[in-house]
């Protein structure tokens, strides 16, 4: 963590802004396939991630649920898994531990329940194929999706989305799609996310006062300087 934000302020000013706002703060931060995407809309997610890994096989995943803590996102890589590893019974748990949402490189189901519960899940789809419940847990191995792995770990660095994920790790989700990255690299583009977000929320204004995003950008300059050749950015115009 940068400075003097604690964790608790991370998530609650992350909360407040956009994941397309913090992404164009800085765009080297990690986004996650946008196949795994949000099941049920309108949703808003930020918190640590605790990591697990499920292959077919969702005890795992009930095991991670006990361990979690509030506040946690439950990252449950599957390792090209084709069977649901969540449900309708594991997010009502999730709601009721507390934690902030469930993303699974994998697949789903229940999800009209989900619908009902309205917890942030993110999933590749859904299947009504459940996975087994025999694996052993292994903890404090690296974990990447496609690899040859015999145990289901937890707490360890696993690939989710193309995206690798630390236990720890901030994970940022709405209907926009995914990013995670170090709790540091987040809160050294939060500023500049919350200006962003503040300027779009201005411009927006200003538009139902009839005004255009062209008049409210610098647009013109920004094109007539790169048909000269000349370097230049699109910028807003607005009092943020």
Same mark, same amino acid.
């Given at each position: 963590?940068?400075?003097?934000?604690?964790?608790?302020?991370?998530?609650?000013r992350?909360?407040?802004?956009?994941?397309?706002?913090?992404?164009?703060?800085?765009?080297?931060?990690?986004v996650?396939?946008?196949?795994?995407?949000?099941?049920?809309?309108?949703?808003?997610?930020?918190?640590?991630?605790?990591?697990?890994?499920?292959?077919?096989?969702?005890?795992?995943?009930?095991?991670?649920?006990?361990?979690?803590?509030?506040?946690?996102?439950l990252?449950?890589?599957?390792?090209?898994?084709?069977r649901?590893v969540?449900?309708?019974?594991?997010?009502?748990e999730?709601?009721?531990?507390?934690?902030?949402?469930?993303?699974?490189?994998?697949?789903?189901?229940?999800?009209?329940?989900?619908?009902?519960?309205?917890?942030?899940?993110?999933?590749?789809?859904?299947?009504?194929?459940? !996975?087994? *419940? &025999? $694996?052993?847990? @292994? +903890? /404090?191995? #690296? %974990?990447? =999706? !496609?690899? *040859? &792995? $015999?145990?289901? @770990? +937890? /707490?360890? #660095? %696993?690939? =989710? !989305?193309?995206?690798?994920?630390?236990?720890?790790?901030?994970?940022?989700?709405?209907?926009?799609?995914?990013?995670?990255?170090?709790?540091?690299?987040?809160?050294?583009?939060?500023?500049?996310?919350?200006?962003?977000?503040?300027?779009?929320?201005?411009?927006?204004?200003?538009?139902?006062?009839?005004?255009?995003?062209?008049?409210?950008?610098?647009?013109?300059?920004?094109?007539?300087a790169l048909d000269?050749?000349?370097?230049?950015?699109?910028?807003?115009?607005?009092?943020?």
């Open positions: 963590m940068s400075g003097t934000l604690s964790a608790v302020d991370l998530i609650e992350l909360l407040g802004v956009d994941v397309s706002a913090l992404s164009d703060a800085d765009k080297t931060l990690p996650v396939d946008p196949a795994v995407r949000a099941m049920i809309p309108d949703v808003r997610m930020a918190g640590p991630a605790f990591t697990v890994l499920a292959e077919d096989d969702h005890l795992p995943v009930m095991t991670a649920l006990a361990e979690a803590e509030p506040g946690d996102v990252v449950i890589a599957t390792n090209g898994g084709t649901a969540f449900g309708e019974l594991f997010a009502t999730a709601r009721r531990r507390g934690l902030a949402g469930i993303v699974a490189d994998g697949f789903c189901r229940d999800l009209r329940g989900l619908r009902q519960i309205g917890l942030p899940v993110y999933a590749r789809g859904t299947t009504p194929r459940s !996975g087994t *419940s &025999v $694996s052993r847990a @292994a +903890r /404090g191995a #690296t %974990v990447v =999706c !496609g690899a *040859s &792995v $015999s145990r289901a @770990a +937890r /707490g360890a #660095t %696993v690939v =989710c !989305g193309g995206v690798e994920v630390s236990a720890g790790d901030i994970v940022f989700g709405d209907d926009d799609g995914l990013l995670t990255a170090p709790a540091d690299r987040i809160a050294a583009a939060l500023e500049t996310a919350e200006l962003i977000a503040r300027s779009e929320r201005a411009i927006l204004a200003a538009q139902a006062r009839g005004e255009s995003v062209h008049d409210l950008t610098n647009h013109d300059e920004h094109v007539a000269r050749g000349e370097s230049s950015a699109l910028a807003f115009r607005v009092d943020a």
